[in-house]
């Protein structure tokens, strides 16, 4: 998108019209002392004393006669600045006597030095007729007229002796005009009053909410601000008026700021887009002229849309504290409060924003008359996403096996943005294998990239270290596929991909979730810890490469304990979570303690033991499955990389009888009994995989 280029947003002209008009006078100035140069440098300039010669030299008979006979002119030596040319000057007329100077029309001839003519060429003289005391030398009239070379009194314009002086004095006002501009330019201390806010003309944008996906709730949310500003009669007659303030909120990537273009190409209505950190600036009352600014300029082309990008850089909310105060963005929010709903308040204009940290924003410019509306722009789900991708696909050369709503089942969590960079991973890496379209693999390959990293196949390792890594993602794939609340395995590698990991086990599951089970997260913490304990079962030492899996495994144990109620510790929250609904939390932000010493190493205990309880069910399942666990590590030696339907007939092919999950067995019995008196019931054991729990009962998965 751009802006138009030759007026701005208060309809002044803008920088390239500017720049016109300065090449227009730059133009202008030098054909003027071209033409000045050139009448200069065509005048012949000579000595009083000279002149007396040219006179003798150019004498007449009488007045108005021809010339006399012995009337040559003079030879003049013209010097450096005419290549050393030697002039013949003859037959002086049209002597114009100023105050100053005599200027007169010549025959000039070069006779010696560059340029040599056959034919004499008209010029003009000039000679200075004042004296060294400063007096005029009144004897070259009297000679003049001894000679009979006819002459008059001419009198020099003003324009005439003042141009050098305009001249100079006119280029010294344009430098000085063009400093003005470059200092008025955006950035500078002369326009930090003036908004930042630029105006995209309707055929600039182009979108419209064709071009908007997954995101139908937020769609019919925004069609009514788009529906009255095309009919307002319609609204207007019943007693509605239109909404001051649209605040969008969501994850990044999920498409507020398309959404927002979207309404602007529906509403055929003038579009002032910025970001909320145009208005930030270290200078106390700057941003809130701006406000003012830009809002003056959306009035004026009423009804009009402005877009604030990123709203939380100004509209966080203001803190009583004096360790928080901040004047310049204090400022700020208090104009853009008032221009948006104070005493003189701007109608037809409509204030779309656009934040994923709506918690941090104050109070008073959340509340009805400001923002009316509040639209949350979310993840899509899996009908969301295949929409989403055939928008993107619309201009992409597809293979026939490419399935869109399998790409879109294997990619929950996948917001627009991350969908897009899908499509255009694909398809270049379909154009690096000289291919004719995309296919699924390279759907498939792109999904890895975004969710692991880019393989690293050039990183050579020791075969030690490789057996150890090919037993630790064998431990994670064996313990994920026997149990029975995990997604499935989609692929195993020991292949190095991303910063850090040196294999990978790649779970898809088989559709979006909203909410998680106790046994769920324990299945979770299970598949963490499995790389580990194989490792451990195998070399009877551990390595650093589950440094992350620990991390993750008592990062969810924790949440268990804290955050969700599932320990002996009963249904309580023991701390709050300040951060945002739509940002991930970073190393930095400290969740508030809500708990005394006491209850933090009771909350430590039961973390504990919900790890030593997986540890003990994960290590029962590989040492049951140790046939199935030394198959797969001997394969992803071989190979380097299995995937789900491998996976699955290693697991088959290796396994003798029907395993129970540990823990699922009553108390007494012996899970190797119980797994032989499931095996006489081959019906309800589906591929000989290991029987799940549910409800205290065993049950095959």
Not at 333 to 352: K, P, Q, R, W
Not at 423 to 436: C, D, I, P, T
Request: proline fraction near 4%; include cysteine.
């Amino acid at each position: 998108m751009a802006d138009d280029p030759s007026t701005s947003t208060s309809g002044k002209p803008t920088v390239t019209s500017r720049n016109t008009t300065l090449y227009i006078l730059i133009a202008g100035l030098g054909l003027l002392v071209y033409l000045y140069w050139s009448v200069q440098s065509s005048v012949v300039r000579i000595t009083p004393r000279q002149f007396e010669q040219l006179v003798e030299g150019s004498s007449r008979v009488s007045n108005g006669s021809k010339l006399a006979e012995d009337s040559k002119g003079i030879l003049h030596e013209a010097g450096s600045e005419d290549k050393g040319q030697t002039l013949r000057i003859t037959e002086l007329r049209e002597v114009r006597v100023y105050e100053r100077v005599i200027v007169g029309t010549v025959d000039k001839l070069v006779v010696m030095g560059k340029d040599v003519e056959e034919e004499a060429v008209k010029a003009q003289i000039r000679v200075n007729r004042g004296t060294s005391d400063g007096t005029t030398d009144q004897s070259l009239e009297k000679l003049l007229d001894e000679h009979f070379i006819g002459w008059e009194y001419a009198h020099e314009s003003g324009f005439a002796k003042a141009w050098p002086f305009l001249l100079i004095t006119g280029l010294v006002l344009f430098f000085f005009i063009s400093m003005l501009r470059r200092l008025g330019g955006a950035g500078s201390p002369a326009q930090f009053g003036r908004s930042r806010g630029r105006l995209f003309a309707l055929e600039d944008l182009g979108i419209t909410f064709q071009d908007v996906a997954g995101v139908d709730e937020a769609v019919e949310e925004v069609w009514e601000v788009v529906d009255f500003l095309q009919s307002p009669e319609r609204y207007q007659r019943l007693g509605g008026r239109i909404p001051r303030g649209v605040l969008l909120v969501g994850p990044p990537g999920t498409g507020k700021t398309l959404l927002a273009k979207a309404i602007a190409g529906e509403a055929g209505v003038p579009f002032f887009s910025l970001s909320g950190s145009d208005f930030v600036e270290m200078f106390v009352g700057v941003g809130a002229a701006r406000v003012r600014d830009m809002f003056q300029q959306a009035e004026s082309k009423a009804p009009c849309i402005i877009f604030l990008d990123e709203l939380d850089a100004i509209g966080k909310s203001r803190g009583g504290s004096a360790m928080n105060h901040h004047d310049e963005r204090e400022q700020t929010l208090n104009a853009l409060l008032v221009e948006m709903d104070g005493f003189n308040s701007n109608n037809g204009v409509i204030v779309i924003a656009a934040t994923n940290r709506p918690e941090t924003l104050d109070q008073a410019l959340m509340r009805p008359g400001r923002f009316d509306r509040q639209v949350v722009v979310d993840q899509p789900d899996l009908r969301g996403r295949n929409e989403i991708l055939k928008i993107h696909v619309s201009n992409v050369k597809l293979d026939e096996d490419v399935d869109l709503k399998q790409i879109a089942s294997i990619t929950p969590g996948f917001v627009g943005a991350d969908l897009a960079n899908l499509v255009n991973e694909a398809a270049l890496l379909a154009a690096r294998r000289e291919k004719q379209t995309v296919m699924m693999t390279e759907f498939n390959e792109s999904v890895e990239r975004a969710t692991a990293g880019i393989e690293k196949k050039q990183r050579v390792m020791n075969p030690d270290e490789k057996l150890r890594i090919a037993y630790h993602e064998s431990g994670h794939a064996l313990v994920a596929s026997s149990l029975p609340n995990t997604d499935p395995v989609h692929k195993v590698s020991i292949i190095p991909r991303g910063l850090a990991a040196l294999g990978y086990t790649l779970q898809r599951p088989e559709g979006d979730r909203y909410l998680m089970t106790e046994n769920e997260l324990e299945s979770r913490i299970h598949v963490l810890l499995a790389g580990t304990i194989a490792e451990e079962l195998v070399f009877q030492d551990i390595s650093t490469g589950a440094s992350n899996d620990l991390e993750r495994a008592t990062a969810i144990a924790r949440s268990m304990v804290m955050d969700y109620g599932m320990s002996e510790l009963g249904r309580v929250n023991f701390r709050h979570k300040p951060g945002s609904a739509f940002l991930s939390q970073g190393p930095g932000e400290e969740l508030y303690r809500l708990h005394s010493e006491k209850t933090a190493q009771l909350i430590d205990e039961q973390v504990k033991s919900i790890i030593d309880a997986s540890i003990e069910v994960v290590r029962e399942i590989l040492v049951l499955r140790r046939d199935a666990l030394e198959a797969l590590t001997v394969r992803l030696v071989e190979v380097e990389s299995v995937d789900g339907v491998e996976l699955k007939q290693i697991i088959e092919d290796h396994t003798e009888s029907p395993r129970v999950v540990p823990g699922t067995e009553k108390k007494g019995e012996d899970p190797m009994e119980v797994a032989a008196a499931t095996s006489e019931e081959p019906d309800e054991l589906k591929d000989g995989s290991t029987p799940a729990a549910s409800g205290g009962q065993p049950k095959p998965r």
